[in-house]
């Protein structure tokens, strides 16, 4: 079991960055894949990064390819977001969650939740 614990939303204008970190608790952190989902007011949450085990591999969502950067420190057990060049439209609590199985990009397959982080981006 892991326990995961999200830092560093806030709020930014378009065009800057922030970091969001993920703390996890837990003998087993490295066995699991690692991901960001995000969720706006009214909508689904939505995929937006994730990594394997070994940090080796990354997958992004279309919407933030090129913009965000998904990485892990297995020996401190933290997860990374790097966001940059934010929108409006990112604007979003954003959710770290650990995944016992292979890596995916479907919030069903994610087995382990932070509390989330907001992040607002204004225009």
């Known amino acids: 079991q892991v326990q995961l614990v999200e830092s560093g939303g806030g709020l930014v204008q378009a065009g800057g960055s922030l970091r969001l970190s993920c703390a996890a608790s837990?003998?087993?952190?490295?066995?699991?894949?690692m991901g960001w989902f995000r969720q706006a007011p009214g909508k689904e949450r939505e995929f937006v990064a994730a990594i394997t085990r070994s940090g080796g591999i990354t997958y992004y969502a279309d919407s933030v390819k090129g913009r965000f950067t998904i990485s892990r420190d297995n020996a401190k057990k933290m997860v990374y977001l790097q966001m940059n060049s934010l929108k409006p439209e990112d604007t979003a609590v954003y959710y770290c969650?650990?995944?016992?199985?292979?890596?995916?990009?479907?919030?069903?397959?994610?087995?382990?939740w932070g509390q989330g982080t907001q992040v607002t981006v204004s225009s």
């Open positions: 837990g003998p087993t952190f490295s066995s699991y894949a």
């Open positions: 969650a650990a995944n016992p199985g292979l890596v995916g990009s479907k919030w069903t397959e994610y087995a382990y």
